[in-house]
């Protein structure tokens, strides 16, 4: 089977009916990332399979941390998937600052972030898909996860951490999407 058919496969079994709200989110996710895919090339369908499974992590039968980028990417290194695939869900949208006040930032370090415009795009495309699967802008998706989570939750704590990197990758995917034709088209 081909790597995003599989991802795909593997989300909707773990999310779909356990976490429909959640998979709402994922599937437009991993619609952007589809239209992204072509012009990026040849790591395309990395960055679509990744979009697929970045939150496989919150199905409950693999959430054993509670800290979903980890937990997905625990299960994702037991599959036949490429390492890449693994580090990109382990670190998406500025996990890395998360983790730290979670308290997991040592398990994570386990895996790699890469660093690279794939990476920049996986997180363009999850900070810019609400929770029910809406389209927002970065500025928007910030405000909804504050007002979310409340301001004295790790993740809103985490939020503001990690707002630099976050910035910064949102900044160089849209000059990448801009750069390709695709700006306000996806
Ligand atoms: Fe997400």
Redesign the pocket.
């Given at each position: 089977m081909q790597l995003v058919e599989w991802a795909e496969e593997t989300a909707r079994d773990r999310l779909a009916e356990a976490l429909p709200r959640r998979w709402s989110?994922?599937q437009a996710?991993a619609r952007r990332a589809g239209q992204l895919s072509p012009p990026l090339g040849e790591d395309g369908e990395l960055l679509h399979a990744a979009a697929w499974l970045?939150?496989v992590g919150y199905a409950p039968e693999l959430a054993t941390t509670g800290f979903h980028p980890l937990d997905g990417a625990r299960y994702l290194r037991t599959e036949d998937v490429p390492s890449r695939l693994v580090g990109l869900v382990a670190m998406h949208?500025s996990a890395a600052a998360e983790a730290e006040l979670f308290g997991v930032a040592d398990q994570l370090g386990e895996f790699t972030d890469e660093r690279t415009l794939t990476r920049d795009l996986l997180w363009w495309c999850?900070m810019t898909?609400g929770p029910d699967g809406q389209c927002m802008t970065f500025e928007e998706r910030m405000d909804d996860v504050r007002a979310r989570y409340g301001p004295d939750h790790y993740v809103t704590q985490a939020l503001d951490r990690g707002m630099a990197e976050r910035v910064g990758a949102v900044e160089r995917a849209e000059a990448w999407i801009a750069s390709v034709g695709l700006a306000g088209q996806v």
């Open positions: 989110h994922v996710v970045h939150d949208s999850d898909i």
